[in-house]
């Protein structure tokens, strides 16, 4: 028996571990398993390489808990090490034998799946054990070799009777771990970050029904055998080109991904690129609607089929973290601890790929099937709009095939939009002027005024609207965006043509101060206006840009501080061309006062703004006036 010294450049590396470098403990049996592909996996590339004639088989990787003992076991198939190689490999901290073979066969590894990159990955063992054994075999003609480490420098190796290829580590759990020595625990953890590794991981037994044969008697009792309990899929549906899936494959994963989600997603995009950086993945577009919160179900990175995180920022662009799937790739740099990302310029140019790709597939969609796409239009609008905003490169792709819906339920896109609309909605001053609702209920009057003059009237209702209006206004020409309840139909698109007010400049007068003395001036602007003798005698509306000002400051943005606390502030407009309003001049101050009172809140009442002791009294007072 040999005994040394583990050769690190820090005396105490193991506090080190368990402080610094895994920030949750339960990512050793992560690390592990990751070993024991790496090692099975090189076996698997030398035998393909004709470096060795060890027949490969069908190795699998075990977890065993034995919780008499307070004992984990990780055994596998693959390479193994001889004596020397355990020295070098485990005793040599930052060391990585796994990066030192892919620098061996660089060119014919390049392939092979191996993760590489970290020498440190085995020590996480000691975050949960207080004592740590190795016994391993290599695919050499070699006597097997058994390590013993108890969290310290300290170690000892000796020769072992191990006939069967593959290394086993022994984790002897420390008192206060004892959780992973749970079966519910470790299954927990192995469907985690395990669950589509590219070996089989067996865990347990499970009881499986033969089927029956054909000629069996209808009572005759199914038999059932035990057989391994493999709990990952070692070929998941991103490790397959494109052409191998079919649409039900693609859905099947969904579910195998995220098997609480119930509903299925509207379409997938499948990343495949090798060049310049090798990345793999599907995401899908779930149904969103306005819904702008991040759900749960994120999109998870993996490297080589390793779990890392399922925080993607960086990688994905932000407005498609909204979406689910999978990003595998073993460019992307990590941190020594494989646990979150490092800047650089690949993540960079990953992300524009990815922006990229998930605009030709919309596009694509668009064009194929432009019926189809409207009616999933709702559904994926949040994501293209926040797309619009936040990626310039996004919003020039966007602009072949986003959609904008009308009240009616018509779709077009931007440029189909002007081209109806030209003709009927330039104003005076050669203004292309986009009307828009944001909530067809609410805004049902001002909506039906516009299309009497036979505008077309845009539903632009989600949580984002604001922002993006305004982007589309500082990058067309020439146009601009108002909302219907903004302002009376006829000063919606100023024409040359202007109504003439049947009142005097001096009746005008008199008339703004009756109004103020009742209207309050807190929330109400008085702003006299000649319309049409049969529009309504009082329309409330609020001015376009403060109200679009203070949207924009609620969601984000919007340049002026405080605005989101601002009161609500309306313009009540009042039409001296009606009836009404020339019987409200003429009346006594008692009646001009009640007349007033209940036109105000009428107008009110039609924009839900009418509500509490206010409505009460409204409705109180009307029945008054009927008796």
């Not at 049902?444 to 009497?452: M, V």
Request: proline share 4%; with cysteine.
């Amino acid at each position: 028996m040999a005994t040394g010294k583990i050769n690190v450049s820090v005396e105490n590396i193991f506090p080190l571990i368990k402080k610094f470098l895994y920030s949750d403990h339960e990512i050793f049996l992560r690390e592990l398993i990751s070993n024991a592909t790496d090692a099975t996996l090189k076996l698997k590339h030398l035998t393909s390489i004709g470096e060795t004639d060890v027949e490969y088989g069908n190795p699998k990787i075990e977890v065993k808990i034995d919780k008499e003992n307070q004992k984990l076991h990780i055994i596998d198939q693959g390479i193994g090490m001889t004596k020397e190689e355990v020295e070098k490999y485990i005793n040599q901290v930052a060391f990585s034998g796994a990066e030192e073979f892919l620098e061996k066969y660089k060119d014919s590894a390049k392939d092979s799946g191996i993760i590489g990159h970290f020498g440190l990955g085995f020590y996480s063992a000691f975050m949960v054990a207080n004592k740590v054994e190795i016994i391993t075999k290599s695919y050499k003609d070699e006597p097997a070799a058994h390590w013993i480490c108890e969290g310290t420098t300290d170690f000892t190796i000796e020769d072992a009777d191990k006939k069967e290829r593959g290394s086993e580590i022994i984790l002897h759990i420390n008192d206060d771990e004892k959780e992973f020595l749970e079966e519910s625990k470790i299954s927990e953890l192995l469907t985690k970050y395990n669950k589509f590794m590219p070996v089989p991981i067996k865990f347990g037994t499970k009881e499986k029904e033969l089927p029956k044969a054909e000629d069996a008697p209808e009572d005759e009792e199914a038999k059932k055998v035990t057989v391994d309990n493999i709990i990952n899929n070692p070929e998941p549906a991103w490790t397959k080109q494109p052409t191998e899936l079919e649409e039900q494959d693609y859905k099947g994963f969904y579910r195998e991904l995220y098997p609480m989600q119930f509903e299925e997603p509207l379409f997938h995009i499948h990343l495949n690129v090798d060049y310049p950086f090798n990345l793999t993945g599907i995401l899908y577009f779930p149904k969103l609607s306005n819904n702008m919160t991040m759900q749960q179900d994120k999109i998870q990175l993996y490297q080589n089929q390793v779990f890392v995180t399922d925080n993607v920022e960086g990688i994905v662009p932000e407005f498609l973290t909204m979406l689910r799937g999978v990003i595998d790739s073993p460019d992307i740099p990590l941190n020594v601890s494989r646990s979150y990302l490092q800047a650089d310029g690949a993540v960079k140019k990953i992300s524009s790929y990815i922006t990229r790709k998930v605009a030709d597939k919309l596009k694509s969609l668009f064009n194929d099937n432009r019926e189809d796409f409207e009616k999933k239009w709702d559904d994926i609008k949040v994501v293209i709009e926040y797309g619009m905003l936040s990626e310039d490169k996004f919003f020039d792709k966007a602009d072949k095939f986003a959609l904008y819906p009308t009240v009616d339920k018509n779709y077009f896109t931007f440029e189909e939009l002007q081209e109806k609309i030209k003709e009927n909605q330039t104003d005076k001053d050669g203004k292309t002027i986009i009307l828009y609702a944001s909530n067809k209920d609410e805004q049902h009057s001002y909506i039906e005024a516009a299309k009497t003059k036979g505008y077309e009237v845009l539903l632009l209702d989600s949580p984002i609207v604001s922002h993006l209006i305004q982007k589309l206004e500082t990058s067309k020409e020439n146009i601009s965006f108002v909302r219907v309840d903004s302002d009376h139909v006829d000063n919606l698109i100023k024409k040359e043509e202007e109504q003439v007010s049947k009142l005097s400049e001096e009746e005008k007068e008199k008339l703004k101060t009756d109004f103020e003395k009742v209207v309050p001036k807190k929330t109400y602007t008085v702003q006299l206006e000649a319309m049409d003798s049969s529009s309504a005698p009082l329309i409330i509306t609020q001015p376009e840009f403060m109200r679009r000002m203070k949207e924009m400051q609620q969601t984000g943005g919007g340049g002026m501080f405080g605005m989101g606390n601002m009161p609500e502030m309306y313009n009540l407009v009042v039409n001296t061309n009606n009836e009404l309003i020339s019987t409200i001049l003429n009346s006594d101050e008692e009646t001009q006062g009640k007349l007033i009172k209940q036109s105000l809140d009428l107008a009110r009442l039609s924009q839900n703004l009418l509500k509490g002791e206010e409505l009460t009294n409204f409705v109180k007072r009307s029945f008054e006036m009927i008796k």
